[in-house]
């Protein structure tokens, strides 16, 4: 099946959707005062949402006779990518290993920028509010229904 071309409109709805979803993920790290927060999710967003329109719109452009899309190649290679620069996000520290979550966090956003420069606005919207509960709903159980992780550098939770 060929890919059409999106009028201008279109690919700026998109990749502000991607920046405005990131950018609520980054919001919430940011008020929790983690290193990748509201610049980091937006951008992350923004550029896998940026890598997926332009694969289609280079697909749209030469035709189907010169090129075969593969959307999920240009997804492996997104996600593949970015799992690098959240691996750079964690750090290994007196045996505690912290940036888990900012890592998990980065490649999540990189995955809603993907859906969205599909036009999968339905998937990046649910995916943004599940990664938001999640977020939010398990820092209030901290202390409460979750135990505190122990710091064992520090003596402290």
């Known amino acids: 099946m060929p890919v059409e071309a999106l009028s201008l409109w279109e690919m700026v709805l998109r990749v502000a959707l991607a920046a405005l979803l990131g950018g609520a993920i980054g919001w919430d790290r940011e008020r929790h005062e983690k290193a990748a927060g509201i610049r980091t999710m937006i951008l992350v967003s923004i550029g896998a949402c940026g890598v997926m329109l332009a694969g289609m719109e280079l697909a749209a452009q030469l035709g189907a006779d010169d090129v075969h899309f593969d959307p999920l190649r240009v997804i492996s290679g997104v996600i593949g ?53 999640t977020l939010i709903v398990v820092t209030m159980l901290k202390g409460t229904v979750l135990p505190e992780k122990r710091d064992p550098g520090s003596g402290k939770a």
Not at 92 to 102: E, K, P
Not at 110 to 130: D, N, P
């Open 81 to 133: 990518g970015v799992g690098f620069l959240g691996a750079g996000a964690i750090i290994q520290s007196g045996g505690a290993i912290r940036g888990m979550t900012t890592a998990a966090t980065i490649w999540t956003s990189a995955g809603i920028g993907v859906a969205t420069g599909a036009g999968l606005y339905r998937l990046a919207i649910i995916l943004t509010a599940f990664v938001l509960i």
